[in-house]
Each structure stands twice: as structure tokens, then as C-alpha cells.
């Protein structure tokens, strides 16, 4: 069996013009990447899911889940890999900044330096906060209790039923056979 080439096949690609490719169109362009890789780029399924994605309360978390999940539901039902993919990404985004702002109020992770930490090294250690490789923060004492807690409990369901939904699987497992 021939062994692929994640880096070239599978890589996102970071290198198309995002402000014009249609991925419902083109979804031959569009790679899964790693993580949340590309979920405030690939259009016309960053537009449509974007308005719904709230985690201030828990209330909000809730109803925002339920409604891209059901985009989720949506998206595989037509066949759309490239749409449950990217609701599939805004879930598990909901968790990880609902995450976050429990385990630290403003946001911040990392202490405040004069220069950049991350600077040439691999993804994902060279993405997000220059200050990254500093010293983190302390976790809020509530930051296991505290409402975005609570909203990114919410998120974290949702984003574990859809990335186990066995036709979520299956339609991943096809996608990536034609890139072969």
C-alpha cells in the first residue's frame, strides 16, 4: 500500500484565495487540516454558521450548540463533507474559547513580553499568541464552575456527538480517499 503525503494531500490550504473560493462549489479544494484549522475562512459555511455561534451564558451556549448541530445534521444529510466539517470546527471552537475565558476572565493566557515566543516554530506552537512560550497565567479559582465553564461543557457535548456520528465518519473516510 502506498503511504500518502499528509503534507502536500491532506495539509490545509492556506495558499487559495479564501475571499473568493466557494467551497460548496469547489469542495475538492477544501482540506480537514488539523484541529480547528480554517473555520473563519471557508465560505459560504463561515457565513452561515458564524451568526449563530454565542457562548457568553450558558443559555446562549445551549441554543447556539443545538442550532449547529442541527446546521451539522443539515450539511451531512445533503452530502455536504466540506459544511459538516466546518460546523464540526465551530463546536469544538465553542468549546475551546468557552475554555479559555472559564480558565482565565480576560482572555489572556500567557504573560505580556517584550518580543515574539513563537516565532518559527511547528504549527500548532507557532500560531496564536506572540506570548506564547511565556509564563501561563493562573487559572481562574471558578474556572471549573464559572458560566463559560458551564458554556463550553455545553459545546464540548455537541462537538463529541458530531465528531463521533458514524456518517460524519463515513463521509470523512470517502472525502479523504479522494485525495489520494
Excluded: C
Excluded at 502536500?8 to 475538492?28: E, I, M, V
Excluded at 463550553?152 to 457535548?157: G, K, M, N, S, V
Amino acid at each position: 500500500m502506498a503511504t500518502r503525503n499528509r503534507t502536500s494531500n491532506w495539509a490545509f490550504p492556506y495558499h487559495l484565495d479564501f475571499k473568493s473560493t466557494d467551497f460548496r462549489q469547489y469542495p475538492n479544494l477544501y482540506r480537514v487540516g488539523v484541529g480547528e484549522q480554517g473555520v473563519l475562512l471557508v465560505e459560504p459555511y463561515k457565513s452561515e454558521i458564524l451568526p449563530h455561534w454565542r457562548f457568553r451564558t450558558p443559555e446562549m451556549a445551549r441554543i447556539s450548540a443545538e442550532k449547529i448541530y442541527e446546521l451539522f445534521a443539515a450539511y451531512l444529510k445533503t452530502n455536504e463533507f466540506v459544511g459538516a466539517d466546518m460546523a464540526r470546527k465551530f463546536l469544538q471552537m465553542g468549546y475551546t474559547r468557552a475554555r479559555r475565558y472559564a480558565n482565565h476572565r480576560t482572555g489572556k493566557k500567557y504573560t505580556e513580553g517584550p518580543e515574539a515566543k513563537n516565532a518559527g516554530l511547528a504549527y500548532p506552537h507557532s500560531s496564536g499568541s506572540r506570548n506564547k512560550g511565556n509564563v501561563v497565567l493562573p487559572r481562574e479559582a471558578d474556572a471549573f464552575t464559572n458560566e463559560k465553564a458551564q458554556s463550553a461543557a455545553i459545546f464540548y457535548e455537541f462537538w463529541q456527538r458530531a465528531k463521533d456520528d458514524p456518517e460524519y465518519g463515513r463521509q470523512k473516510e470517502a472525502f479523504n480517499q479522494n485525495l489520494v
